[in-house]
Nanobody, 115 residues
Framework: QVQLVESGGGLVQAGGSLRLSCAASGRTFGNTGMGWFRQAPGKEREFVARITWSSKTTIYADSVKGRFTISGDNAKNTVFLQMNSLKPEDTAVYYC????????WGQGTQVTVSS
């Protein structure tokens, strides 16, 4: 089992910034990377960004490219998401997960962007 704990969310005005953190603990051996997802009210959970540990390669959803930056520490099983130039449409509960993905998600962290 892997436990995922997200933090760092909050209320911010459009154009502002937030930095999310996530820590994975438990049976993390074999994970090739970590990533972020989000779920807005009434919508399906969607991919936001991921990082691959071995190459430090990062991938982003088109909607956040140029505004969000994912980083992390493989040894500490932690991942971060720096979110700049936030928009109201970024409002969602943000979740992290490992790759391969765990079936059990954490509680997420709420990000609310006001216009």
């Amino acid at each position: 089992q892997v436990q995922l704990v997200e933090s760092g969310g909050g209320l911010v005005q459009a154009g502002g910034s937030l930095r999310l953190s996530c820590a994975a603990s438990g049976r993390t051996f074999g994970n090739t990377g970590m990533g972020w997802f989000r779920q807005a009210p009434g919508k399906e959970r969607e991919f936001v960004a991921r990082i691959t540990w071995s190459s430090k390669t990062t991938i982003y959803a088109d909607s956040v490219k140029g505004r969000f930056t994912i980083s992390g520490d493989n040894a500490k099983n932690t991942v971060f998401l720096q979110m700049n130039s936030l928009k109201p449409e970024d409002t969602a509960v943000y979740y992290c997960n490992t790759f391969p993905r765990q079936s059990q998600w954490g509680q997420g962290t709420q990000v609310t962007v006001s216009s």
